[in-house]
């Protein structure tokens, strides 16, 4: 399967922090099966069809799914307390550094600063 280069962006922005934002209200049930899908064909096929498939790496993709709404939960939360803070956006920003080379997507940053203009 050949994914957009969007799509391997994204994948890997949760891939790298499922393990930072690993708390959401949201806590996906993923049916596991040895016949089911690769965790990434499973989080694709989530992500663009909303349907979810059987999964023969369903921790992974469980990991996967959390941290995708704890990223959402966590932007919201900053985004609420965001003028009491008194801090940079990318002082938040940094919470999504995966190393010191490479930044989050663009996408996380023009949704931090939608839910601040939400909010403020």
């Known amino acids: 399967m050949k994914y957009s280069p969007q799509f391997e962006r994204d994948y890997q922005f949760y891939l790298k922090n499922a393990e930072k ?14 016949a089911g899908h690769d965790a ?11 349907k979810l498939l ?3 790496e369903a921790e992974l993709l469980r990991s996967l799914l ?10 919201k939360m900053w985004a609420e307390g965001f003028e009491e803070m008194g ?17 989050p997507p663009k996408w996380v ?9 939400k909010y403020s």
């Open 40 to 50: 990434k064909y499973c989080f694709w096929k989530l992500d663009s069809t909303g």
């Open 87 to 103: 801090e940079e956006v990318d002082y938040y920003m940094s919470e999504f550094y995966m190393s010191e080379f490479i930044s």
């Open 54 to 56: 059987l999964c023969n």
């Open 66 to 75: 959390i941290c995708k709404k704890s990223v959402g939960f966590h932007l």
């Open 109 to 117: 940053k023009v949704a931090f600063e939608k839910l601040i203009s």
């Open 21 to 34: 934002f690993n708390f959401a209200p949201y806590q996906p049930t993923v049916e596991a099966s040895e």
